[in-house]
């Protein structure tokens, strides 16, 4: 939207300094505050757009924790089923389907900063404790890494937030004051 200042209009406003004629929206004669107040709701209204694409990411970050958070768990369950390093077969987990779920959880995130998040699990559905060790590490990495950047991703939340609260009061603000004063020159004619 476009607000172009054109003409001046004879006489005093309300601030004692010539009125302008603008131009909003291809409309011509809005006074000051309309102009004011159709550029303070576009502003608000391009914050909330951008507002609306941080949320999106945050939603995104927060199923990507979860899941990975799932991994963790059921890693967890599979590495505390192993018997002691002294006994035999205590390199491998109990066989557990959700291994399997937890690898392709693994697989969908892995990128090239945390290669590691691989969980390789055999046939039976078992999972060696060296492998497991290693994806637990990486998993943890992952979601720590995650947890962070949502962190951050919020701040620019709540800043835009703030933003945008603050160009939909000072519109309403303005509005007031505007109509407050001129109500007290008509009030001072009477």
Same mark, same amino acid.
């Given at each position: 939207?476009?607000?172009?200042?054109?003409?001046?209009?004879?006489?005093?406003?309300?601030?004692?300094?010539?009125?302008?004629? @603008?131009?909003?929206?291809?409309?011509?004669?809005?006074?000051?505050?309309?102009?004011?107040?159709?550029?303070?709701?576009?502003?608000?209204?391009?914050?909330?757009?951008?507002?609306?694409? @941080?949320?999106?990411?945050?939603?995104?970050?927060?199923?990507?924790? %979860?899941?990975?958070?799932?991994?963790? =768990?059921?890693?967890?369950?599979?590495?505390?089923?192993?018997?002691?390093?002294?006994?035999?077969?205590?390199?491998?987990?109990?066989?557990?389907? %959700?291994?399997?779920?937890?690898?392709?959880?693994?697989?969908?995130?892995?990128?090239?900063?945390?290669? %590691?998040? #691989?969980?390789?699990? &055999?046939?039976? &559905?078992?999972?060696?404790?060296?492998? =497991?060790?290693?994806?637990?590490?990486?998993?943890? @990495?992952?979601? %720590? @890494?995650?947890?962070?950047?949502?962190?951050?991703?919020?701040?620019?939340?709540?800043?835009?937030?703030?933003? #945008?609260?603050?160009?939909?009061?000072?519109?309403?603000?303005?509005?007031?004051?505007? &109509?407050?004063?001129?109500?007290?020159?008509?009030?001072?004619? &009477?």
């Amino acid at each position: 939207m476009a607000i172009v200042e054109s003409k001046p209009i004879e006489g005093l406003s309300v601030y004692g300094v010539q009125q302008k004629d @603008y131009t909003v929206k291809g409309t011509a004669h809005c006074d000051y505050i309309k102009a004011a107040t159709a550029a303070m709701f576009q502003e608000a209204g391009a914050i909330e757009k951008e507002t609306a694409a @941080y949320a999106a990411v945050l939603e995104a970050r927060q199923e990507k924790i %979860d899941e990975l958070g799932w991994a963790l =768990a059921v890693l967890v369950k599979a590495r505390a089923s192993m018997k002691s390093k002294n006994q035999k077969s205590g390199d491998l987990s109990q066989a557990d389907a %959700d291994l399997l779920k937890a690898s392709k959880i693994f697989d969908k995130y892995r990128r090239s900063a945390n290669a %590691d998040l #691989r969980l390789p699990v &055999n046939g039976d &559905n078992k999972v060696r404790r060296d492998d =497991a060790t290693s994806a637990q590490s990486a998993v943890q @990495y992952e979601i %720590d @890494y995650e947890t962070n950047e949502m962190q951050q991703d919020m701040v620019s939340l709540q800043s835009l937030v703030s933003k #945008r609260d603050n160009a939909f009061s000072t519109v309403s603000s303005l509005v007031q004051k505007i &109509n407050s004063t001129a109500s007290s020159l008509i009030g001072n004619l &009477n």
